[in-house]
């Protein structure tokens, strides 16, 4: 047994289920409040889809974009729709649908408007913008699926939980 007196050594430290006696366990999971409230339903389905808050969340996304974006462009970067792209899934799983619906025709046309040459004007599209145009938009019909499969989950686990 270790006395109160001696230091732990990084030995002494093992995972959880794996301590002999004279050990002390650790644990990977949070032990604070924010690990127990963040695991919780509530936590991810407490911003309703169709609210001010599930579009002050895509905005608030979508201005965290666009920021991004704009210093990919100072650093020559031409991925245009590189950084939406998890914006739009944070908004899927925060807001819901309705809210990563509107950040996805946004970042369109932001993108159209503001990095696609030339610059902040509505031009025809190439061919290959077309593609790329759609490839998104494909590609956020998915994340905005997962993101309703995760909500719809979380809402038949707090249904579950509460029978």
Same mark, same amino acid.
């Given at each position: 047994?270790?006395?109160?007196?001696?230091?732990l050594r990084?030995?002494?430290?093992?995972p959880?289920g794996l301590?002999?006696?004279?050990?002390?366990?650790?644990?990977?999971?949070?032990?604070?409040?924010?690990?127990?409230?963040?695991?919780?339903?509530?936590?991810?389905?407490?911003?309703?889809?169709w %609210? +001010?808050s599930?579009?002050?969340?895509?905005? @608030?996304a =979508?201005?965290? /974009?666009?920021a991004?974006? $704009?210093?990919? #462009?100072?650093?020559?970067? %031409? +991925?245009?729709?590189?950084?939406?792209?998890? @914006?739009? =899934?944070?908004? /899927?799983?925060?807001?819901? $649908?309705?809210? #990563?619906?509107?950040?996805?025709l946004?970042?369109v046309?932001?993108?159209?408007?503001a990095?696609?040459?030339? /610059?902040?004007?509505?031009a025809?599209?190439?061919?290959?913008?077309?593609?790329?145009?759609?490839l998104?938009?494909?590609?956020?019909?998915?994340?905005?699926?997962?993101?309703?499969?995760?909500?719809t989950?979380?809402?038949?686990?707090?249904?579950?939980?509460?029978?």
């Amino acid at each position: 047994m270790m006395n109160t007196d001696e230091k732990l050594r990084p030995a002494d430290l093992v995972p959880m289920g794996l301590a002999r006696p004279g050990q002390y366990a650790i644990s990977s999971t949070p032990a604070g409040a924010l690990g127990e409230k963040v695991a919780k339903p509530e936590y991810w389905l407490r911003v309703k889809p169709w %609210s +001010l808050s599930a579009l002050l969340v895509a905005v @608030a996304a =979508l201005v965290a /974009a666009v920021a991004m974006r $704009v210093v990919l #462009a100072e650093l020559g970067m %031409s +991925l245009y729709f590189a950084t939406f792209l998890p @914006a739009i =899934l944070i908004t /899927a799983l925060l807001a819901g $649908v309705p809210a #990563a619906a509107f950040t996805t025709l946004s970042s369109v046309v932001i993108v159209w408007w503001a990095f696609i040459p030339p /610059a902040f004007e509505f031009a025809p599209l190439t061919r290959g913008e077309l593609h790329a145009i759609t490839l998104f938009v494909l590609s956020t019909a998915l994340l905005i699926w997962f993101g309703h499969l995760f909500r719809t989950g979380l809402r038949m686990r707090k249904q579950g939980a509460a029978a």
